[in-house]
Each structure stands twice: as C-alpha cells, then as structure tokens.
C-alpha cells in the first residue's frame, strides 16, 4: 500500500469516528502530523480522492460561526474497524468481528501495583462489552463504566491512527470535546489508565502515548514515514556535532 493510500485510510477513519463524518479543518491540520498526511491536504488527498472526501462546513457548536471543514463522501464499511476490533480473536482471522467483549493490552510501569480492590475494578470493566469507536454511543449515561470503556476505545484508535502512536495532550483533548467528550473525563481517562497510556513530559509538551505500542522508548512496528524522520533527525543532529566541533577547533596557523 502507498503512503499516500495509506494517509488517505487514515484521515477516513478519523472522520468516521463517533459516526460524525465531517471534522474543522482548523482540527484536522492540528493532527496531520501526527497522522501522517501531506502538507497540502486540499491539493493532495481531497484532489487525488474526490470519491472520499469533499470540501464542506460545520457551524462551530459554542459561537455557531460557520468553519470550513473536510467531509467524507460516503461511510466506508471496511474501515469501519478500529485496531482492537482487527486483531485475531480465538485464533480466527484478524477482520473477524466475533465478539464484543474485548479488553484493552495493559502494560503497568515496572514496580506499579494494583490495589486488590482497584484490581477487580479493572478486571470487571475490561469485562464490558466493547463499543466500536466508530459507532455513535453518546445516548450512554456519562458517568457510566461503559461510556468510559467506549470513550477510551476512541482514545485507543485516536492514538493507533497516529503514525508515531502519541500525539501532544492538547490535540487528544480538542479532538475529544469536538466528538462530544467534556475535558474533564478526557483528563481523568487519561490519568486514571496508566496501563494503557501514559503522559511524557519532554521539551516542556505534555504528550500522550499509547503504552502498547513501545517497548521501552522504542516505537515496536515503525511507520516508513517514521524511518524517514528518524533519519531526518539523526542527519540534522550529526550537522549540528560537526558544525559546534568546528568552532571550538584551535584554529590553524
């Protein structure tokens, strides 16, 4: 599959989460990014796959200004999928939709313990049917075990559609309330879960980072477009040893 295809899968289905089809623009160039996509999204992917999306506007819920905004044309089944939902279930195939009690991967920080009381909390809420985060479950009571199940399945897909598995706190938490989540409970989904997530605090960004996908500090299935950054960032910081190294060099005479 081309990076361009693959870009294309991407933004679908973060415009099919929470069956809301249609995202600001000014929110989709937050997380490009992050997702992956091109700079020039209007002049690449809207032009190259007009079958998939099209130019529209939404009115802002709080001022009701109306913004410029991206739509899918029609809603993609076969994506309609999240990365739990894809994985093999019983040693069946990977796309088989078997069961809807699925449980999150959970990996604790080394030395983290579980109070037995908070333990069978987890252990009776992982047993919740699953929710798909493409599916519209906002008639759920807020306050809810399950609302917070489905809503940290959106997180979970959120994270996983990013090419790099993380994403700065900000960006989850305005993505969350456009899809309907008070910052509040986004807050707490976050902190309260730390076998799924966990919160880095580098270069003064808070970022969010699905725990799953690391071993360590390293990102276990790379994206090619992260190989390409990865050797992007290594270049510029070798450049940059090289040009300190030739100005603390004695000069020659």
Known sequence: MSNKYNATER????LMLAGVTKLPMHLINRLKWDLGLPHNIVGTLLADFPDYFEACEVGDAVTGKVEIALGLVCWRKELAFSQLERRPIMG?????KLSKHIGFPMNFPKGFDLEKRVKDWVEEWQALPYISPYENATHLSPNSDQAEKWMLAMLHEVLWLMISKKTERENLFVLGEYLGFERSR?????????GIFYVSNKIRTQTVVLREAYRKDFLIEKHPLMGMRYRYVHLMNKMQRRDEATLVSPSGG
Request: glycine share 0%.
């Open 186 to 194: 986004l807050k707490k989904a976050v902190v309260h879960h730390p």
């Open 11 to 14: 933004l679908a289905k973060l």
């Open 92 to 96: 069946c195939a990977p796309n088989a």
